[in-house]
């Protein structure tokens, strides 16, 4: 069985920003990239808020930057999807595509996490052009104009808000009659004069041919349907970690996201550290990933030391 030092499973920018540590450090780690190569910036256009392009650069693009950069480092960069694990005893073993186990004397997860959606078919049509599932992200492209979003979770809340300075109307479309998200972030929904919400309200299509130009909703307790012209759609509808194979032997709040030792990487097992959005959900920023997959490098890089394996 083919043994490393440091097995990063992932490959956004906490995966990647982790193999670059690591190979500086001389760990010659090995990263399989998962399902999606990238990671959830793939799915996005522009990013004009990772600090070092002034220009701003392409989502997918500057995924190819971060691992050009940790190929040159000498990170042994795989394609495949980490299937399985067995945790339980020293070297950490991990199933590779369902076929291969590979030994690791620590393992760095950054497996992500994935917007949910809600499964129009015009939603992934206009996904990256008018459709975002991240405002932070995306709402400065909209500027000075009209946008919707889903969602009533504090997510949605704090997107609203987020937009509401930006855009002209931010239209929030919700589907019950009340909102989940915290007291005091309802409220500031509720008091801010260019956000309207549509309460029992489903998105039945996001109309636009190539960017989108508008929402139609329908009321689900009258039927009543809506047109609302729109240049941007957000949807807010929380997001999933990727921590399935995790699941009863890592601990995890009760959504899934791994729990991490407060101001660290360390999981609850030795040896393994978990960076990016796998144990984050509230930042979910590229460059707040990128700062735990950093961590979590640095950290293998000393627990190694402290076992006398490095
Ligand atoms: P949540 O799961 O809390 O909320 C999701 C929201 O989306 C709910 O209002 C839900 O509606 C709605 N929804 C789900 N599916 C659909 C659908 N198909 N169509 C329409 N609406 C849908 O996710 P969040 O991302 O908002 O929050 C995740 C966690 O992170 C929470 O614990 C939250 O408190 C926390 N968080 C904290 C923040 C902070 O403290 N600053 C900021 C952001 C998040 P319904 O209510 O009807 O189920």
Not at 104 to 128: C, F, H, M, Q, Y
Request: hydrophobic content about 40%; aromatic content about 8%.
């Amino acid at each position: 069985m083919e043994r490393v030092h440091c097995l990063i499973i992932g490959s956004g920018p906490a995966g990647y920003t982790a193999a670059i540590y690591a190979s500086r450090a001389n760990l010659k780690p090995v990263l399989y990239q998962g399902i999606q190569p990238g990671g959830q910036l793939t799915t996005t256009t522009e990013v004009e808020n990772y600090p070092g392009y002034p220009e701003g650069v392409q989502g997918p693009q500057m995924m190819v930057d971060f691992e050009k950069q940790a190929v040159r480092m000498g990170a042994d960069i795989r394609y495949g999807l980490a299937t399985k694990v067995d945790f339980s005893s020293h070297p950490h073993k991990v199933e590779i595509d369902e076929e291969k186990w590979i030994e690791a004397d620590s393992v760095i997860i950054a497996t992500g996490a994935s917007a949910k959606w809600l499964g129009l078919e015009s939603e992934k049509r206009l996904n990256g052009f008018g459709v975002s599932a991240c405002a932070v992200c995306d709402g400065f492209f909209f500027r000075g104009k009209e946008v919707a979003i889903v969602g009533a979770g504090d997510t949605a809340a704090e997107e609203a808000l987020y937009l509401s300075k930006l855009c002209t109307n931010v239209h929030m479309i919700v589907r019950r009659n009340e909102m989940r998200a915290s007291k005091v972030m309802q409220d500031r929904v509720l008091n801010t004069p260019n956000i309207k919400v549509y309460w029992n309200a489903d998105t039945e299509e996001i109309i636009g041919d190539k960017t989108v130009t508008a929402v139609r909703i329908k009321n689900n307790q009258t039927g009543e349907k809506t047109e609302i012209p729109v240049h941007g759609f957000f949807v807010a509808i929380g997001h999933q970690p990727n921590s399935d194979i995790f699941k009863g032997v890592l601990e995890m709040d009760e959504v899934g996201y791994i729990k991490t030792i407060s101001g660290t990487t360390k999981t609850n097992v030795e040896g393994v550290f978990a960076a990016g959005d796998v144990q984050d959900k509230n930042y979910r920023q590229a460059v707040t990933a990128a700062g735990s997959g950093c961590m979590a490098a640095l950290d293998a890089e000393r627990y190694l030391g402290a076992k006398g394996l490095h």
